[in-house]
């Protein structure tokens, strides 16, 4: 899977340091401990099996072995914290029409953070932020 993305992976700065799992328990709480040592912007946490990932609400997100993509992306904007309110949202619209345009597969978001396909939840989208001072 890390040698398909990279090899087809168009992008200046987001995946150009994948650090993969066969299994994990989360990509948020690894990217946590890496974004504490400041690794790479853009660095990119993938596993093929998570068993204890972080949702919404306090729920569990939990992925099965060569069926789903679980995985976490660490950014350092150089922004404002106002500026990311939103961030959930914009994530889920950029995904709803690069999916379009790459598949013509259209794509609904039910609000907060769920991308459902004819009705049935394809996947979430999951932000955390973390100021550094």
Not at 62 to 81: D, Q, R
Not at 86 to 101: F, G, R, W, Y
Not at 112 to 131: E, F, S, W, Y
Request: glycine share 6%; charged share 25%; net charge positive.
């Amino acid at each position: 899977m890390k040698e398909y993305i990279e090899k087809n992976l168009k992008t200046n700065m987001i995946g150009k340091n994948i650090i993969f799992y066969e299994e994990i328990s989360s990509t948020q709480e690894i990217a946590q401990k890496f974004a504490k040592e400041q690794i790479e912007n853009g660095s990119l946490i993938l596993a093929n099996k998570q068993t204890n990932g972080i949702g919404t609400h306090g729920r569990r997100w939990y992925t099965k072995e060569n069926e789903s993509i679980a995985f976490t992306v660490i950014l350092y904007p150089k922004v404002g914290i106002e500026k990311l309110k939103n961030l959930s949202i914009d994530v889920a619209i950029c995904m709803v029409e690069a999916i379009e345009e790459l598949y013509g597969i259209r794509l609904d978001i039910k609000n907060p953070n769920d991308l459902m396909c004819h009705q049935r939840k394809l996947g979430g989208i999951l932000v955390q932020i973390a100021t550094a001072r």
